[in-house]
């Protein structure tokens, strides 16, 4: 063995699971005498790419440290006062350490299976908390991608709401001082669904009834603080409703958006304690009044009970969501910012709510200090009223210069004035600097700065718009200010949490491998951390080679021309992918091409993403073994040939099957007039070996939080990137900071730091091992099924018998035959310490199972053998050995309060409801609550922190 290549090859070894003896074991059990055959079996010839990928080799992890350092370096941290959306913020290092650099925290999953997410859910609804109380209205959900987007969702929602039939009202209104990356955004939504945006000066608009809202920003681009509360009543007169993008941090001292009459408030939470990061992850937070509840976009974290009665969190009102409503949802909000929005929540709960006063009256005083100082020089500042943001008349072609020599970035506003937005670390140092650049600029280097401590934290706050109501009374911000106590608290909610740091989550489709910790350490330096979107390009020289380099790979690997990776999650790149199709046809005289067919096994952001770009949705439809219907596919195809837009296909199939036929299918729809979508959110059997544009399609999206090893975060961030041909490159997304193009999201490269992870996963691993992961997620997936095909019945398989990297157990006969639905396996998973895999989709009834090539042999036998054992219990109750309702399924999960209670009352014991196998003795996962009650919490919704009185009931 030659040892350097064993040094630059480590890092294969390091991700993959299985080692050589458990490699042949394997394959033995399934009856295959090499990975390569497996894999020849599973993926169809004809569709094997011809070559390897070219792609760069495998480097050790210790070598892409030195090299991203490197990379890191070039990237330059001035401090920057650019605002619009993005402050400097310092992230309180015991929630650095201990959520964001902590797996506990970041590989978590979506909090479906709430008894095992307790402690992210709590954080998420003192999320909704901090959003509800600082925005003054009622109903806060769970986080959004960014500000742009949350506008656009808000909007939408709006105009459904409004309209519910007919277009009456189809008109919306945007203040001019409203962000350019919001105002953007909207463009980019508004079109394709027929809104007609109405820019100009909310104090002349002259709304009349055929508007059906309007958004202004509080406070606004420029700076100032208005009293938008008559224009509030003008739009209500009509029948209108208002969003207002608005600043948390600002509203600790300003009168809030739900006082002044608004309807919904959108805005980021990034301030709060959540890195720059060339512009994002950052969580938007959206809030409203209950009268919307049902039309919320996104996740709503709600408070329900549990079987013992104990009060337990779940997500309320997912009957909303695309996964069961499809194309009627009321978006295709999946993936969406959870970790970002549990640090924002965590920062609150740290400072409390006189913390937050304190920062936010420390920045209006260093903005008032400099007014002054910049007043006393002679300029002239033009917002009468600020919260952070001073407007200064100067001549740009004089201070610029000046100012990037003393490494400082402001805002050129484009009528040629300068902002400079204060932020939390704003220092009094930091002020001298910037008095400094303009006192040299008028030739004195004297430049002096003072901090009168008379100066009023509200002295440019108008009266009328100062709070008075409190925020943040609720026991959980005003407990844990200590580190001590912090860093309790947050391993308080952590421990409640099954994530994979504790075992395997086997979740079909949606991929949890390894995220490993070297991917992860760059994102905390500086040099990738504190820069924000919108600086001059030379200062983000690093982020450019990340971005080149990493948009090449995945041309490589999709074998497309081109990339983007704006969008901020996997549904955010099929709405960008449609829209880049739509944008074609438009380009191509075909705007009418706007139907597209679905089949009906799709991830249901397929449909509610197709509405979004404004298309039709037909439905195909499946045969028995899963596959796509190629006869009702052409039928289609041929039926709407004059109108045909595009297939949204996934492949492998949602069912987790290879189509031999998907070379045809894509024909069909080429010689029908459309364009193939393909869903590639889920890579991790096809990279190496085959690609979407060698099949055939002409853009995919990636879920780069799936199969590039982006950890889920408890439920985002996410990165979403679309692939394409050449024909359709000119339609990507753009941004104005590039000069080009419409956006889909509010920052270039949308969320850039974390691109980090994926690029040093390519890199690591290299051709060879990224290759290696496609054979070993199929290898893991085949070796499961047939553990578990003894059992249970297996559905669907590829034309050989093997399934690619995963497949779906079918649960459904055991409910006619024990009464055992595959809720009640779901819930006893726990009970033996596993996440239950992907339930019900694509199938109800069912489960999917998807190992991936990061779990060695070791775990996927700990988990087959809790499947059988399980299966074994099934089988009990079938019998009549076991009773029909008092079992160890229905009564799933077992807390250790049950489990220890001194009267036991249940026909089985305490051993076997517990600790049902002997390896759980070692490290057992208590769930922190029982069963929850869905029903209840719908019923009886509640999604902010009880009031304080109701602690003090309870005492
Ligand atoms: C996960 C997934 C999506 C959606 O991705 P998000 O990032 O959650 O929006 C779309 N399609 C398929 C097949 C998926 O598995």
Redesign the pocket.
């Known amino acids: 063995m030659n040892l350097f290549d064993a040094q630059s090859t480590e890092f294969i070894r390091r991700h993959i699971g299985p080692n050589e003896a458990e490699t042949r074991q394997m394959l033995e059990t399934i009856g295959e005498s090499s990975t390569q055959s497996l894999v020849e079996k599973t993926i169809p010839k004809n569709i094997h790419l011809p070559s390897e990928l070219d792609l760069p080799a495998s480097i050790s992890e210790q070598e892409y440290l030195q090299d991203i350092w490197m990379v890191a370096s070039k990237n330059k941290v001035f401090k920057t006062y650019i605002g619009q959306g993005y402050y400097n913020t310092i992230t309180p290092s015991v929630i650095l350490r201990n959520v964001f650099e902590n797996p506990g925290w970041y590989t978590s999953y979506t909090p479906y299976q709430a008894e095992i997410s307790q402690g992210r859910l709590e954080s998420l609804l003192n999320f909704q908390t901090v959003v509800s109380d600082l925005t003054g209205l009622e109903l806060a959900g769970a986080s959004l991608l960014d500000e742009a987007t949350a506008a656009a969702e808000a909007m939408a929602m709006l105009f459904h709401h409004v309209n519910p039939r007919t277009t009456d009202k189809p008109r919306f209104f945007v203040d001019n001082q409203v962000f350019q990356q919001t105002k953007d955004v909207l463009v980019t939504r508004a079109k394709p669904v027929g809104i007609e945006l109405v820019f100009g000066d909310y104090q002349n608009a002259g709304i009349d009834n055929s508007y059906f809202g309007a958004l202004v920003q509080y406070p606004n681009s420029s700076g100032t603080i208005e009293d938008y509360r008559r224009f509030i009543e003008d739009v209500h007169y009509q029948g209108g409703y208002i969003v207002m993008a608005t600043d948390l941090l600002a509203l600790t001292l300003l009168t809030s958006p739900g006082e002044l009459g608004a309807d919904v408030a959108i805005g980021s939470a990034q301030r709060f304690g959540v890195p720059l990061g060339f512009g994002g992850p950052h969580a938007a937070f959206f809030s409203t009044k209950e009268t919307f509840k049902r039309g919320i976009p996104g996740r709503i974290i709600g408070i329900s009970v549990d079987a013992q009665g104990n009060n337990a969190l779940r997500m309320a009102l997912q009957t909303r969501e695309q996964h069961i409503k499809r194309e009627k949802a009321t978006s295709?909000?999946?993936?969406a910012q959870a970790l970002l929005a549990n640090m924002a929540a965590m920062y609150a709960v740290y400072h409390g709510p006189e913390g937050l006063k304190n920062i936010a009256s420390r920045i209006n005083v260093i903005a008032e200090a400099i007014e002054e100082e910049l007043t006393t020089l002679g300029f002239e500042q033009l917002n009468n009223t600020y919260f952070d943001t001073l407007r200064i008349r100067a001549d740009r072609g004089v201070i610029e210069p000046i100012a990037l020599q003393n490494q400082i970035n402001f805002q050129y506003y484009t009528d040629g004035t300068i902002g400079i937005s204060i932020d939390e670390t704003t220092t009094q140092k930091d002020a001298l600097d910037i008095v400094f650049v303009f006192a040299s600029s008028k030739g004195t280097d004297e430049a002096t700065i003072g901090f009168d401590s008379e100066i009023s934290a509200a002295g440019k706050i108008p009266a009328a718009l100062q709070r008075t109501s409190a925020f943040l009374t609720h026991p959980v911000f005003n407990s844990h200010h200590s580190e001590t106590q912090m860093m309790r608290y947050i391993k308080k909610l952590e421990k409640r949490d099954l994530a994979l740091n504790t075992s395997m989550i086997s979740l079909g489709?949606?991929t949890m491998k390894l995220n490993a910790a070297t991917e992860m350490i760059p994102l905390s330096w500086p040099e990738f951390a504190s820069i924000h979107p919108f600086v001059p390009q030379d200062q983000a020289a690093g982020y450019k080679q990340v971005i080149d380099e990493l948009s090449s790979y995945l041309s490589t690997i999709t074998q497309f021309d081109g990339c983007s990776l704006q969008p901020n999650?996997?549904?955010?790149?099929?709405f960008a992918g449609l829209n880049t199709i739509m944008e074609y046809h438009r380009a191509n005289n075909q705007e009418h091409r706007n139907i597209v067919l679905i089949p009906i096994s799709?991830?249901g952001?397929?449909p509610a993403s197709a509405v979004m770009a404004g298309m039709k949705v037909v439905v195909v439809k499946s045969d028995e073994k899963g596959l796509v219907d190629v006869e009702d596919l052409r039928n289609k195809a041929e039926q709407y040939k004059d109108t045909l837009g595009a297939l949204m296909i996934?492949y492998p199939s949602?069912y987790g099957i290879f189509e031999e036929s998907i070379r045809e299918i894509c024909e069909i729809i080429h010689d029908n007039g459309g364009q193939v979508y393909m869903?590639g959110?889920?890579m991790n059997a096809q990279v190496g070996y085959t690609a979407p544009g060698y099949i055939g399609a002409d853009v995919c999206h990636l879920?780069l939080?799936?199969t590039f090893a982006i950890p889920h975060g408890g439920g985002g961030p996410?990165v979403?990137p679309i692939c394409a041909k050449q024909h359709l490159l000119p339609f990507l997304p753009g941004h104005f900071s590039l000069d080009k193009g419409q956006p889909v999201s509010a920052a270039a490269y949308g969320s850039a730091s974390i691109l980090l992870i994926s690029y040093a996963y390519i890199r690591m691993l290299g051709a060879m091992g990224v290759k290696k992961s496609t054979e070993y997620a199929i290898l893991n997936a085949n070796y499961m099924k047939v553990r578990l095909a003894e059992y249970f019945q297996i559905m669907y398989a590829g034309k050989n018998g093997t399934c690619a990297h995963e497949f779906i157990v079918d649960l459904r006969p055991f409910k006619t035959s024990a009464g055992i639905e595959a809720e009640d396996v779901a819930k006893r998973l726990m009970d033996y310490g596993f996440h239950a895999p992907t339930m019900s989709f694509p199938v109800p009834g069912t489960i999917m199972i998807e190992p991936t090539e990061s779990e060695d042999k070791a775990e996927l036998d700990r988990f087959c053998d809790a499947m059988i054992n399980i299966y074994k219990e099934i089988i009990a109750v079938q019998s009549g050995e076991a009773d029909k309702t008092d079992n160890v399924l229905k009564n799933a999960p077992h807390t250790q309060h049950v489990i220890c209670m001194d009267n036991w009352e249940h026909s089985y014991s305490r051993q076997s409801a517990a600790f049902p196998l002997e390896y759980i003795r070692e490290s057992k996962f208590w769930p922190a609550v029982a069963r929850i009650n869905n029903t209840y919490g719908d019923r009886n919704l509640i999604c902010t922190c009880a009031p304080v009185e109701s602690y003090a009931e309870a005492e």
Do not use: L
């Open positions: 295709n909000i999946c993936t489709s949606c999650s996997g549904a955010q790149g099929e799709a991830h952001t397929n996934t949602t869903d959110a889920n879920n939080h799936k996410g979403g």
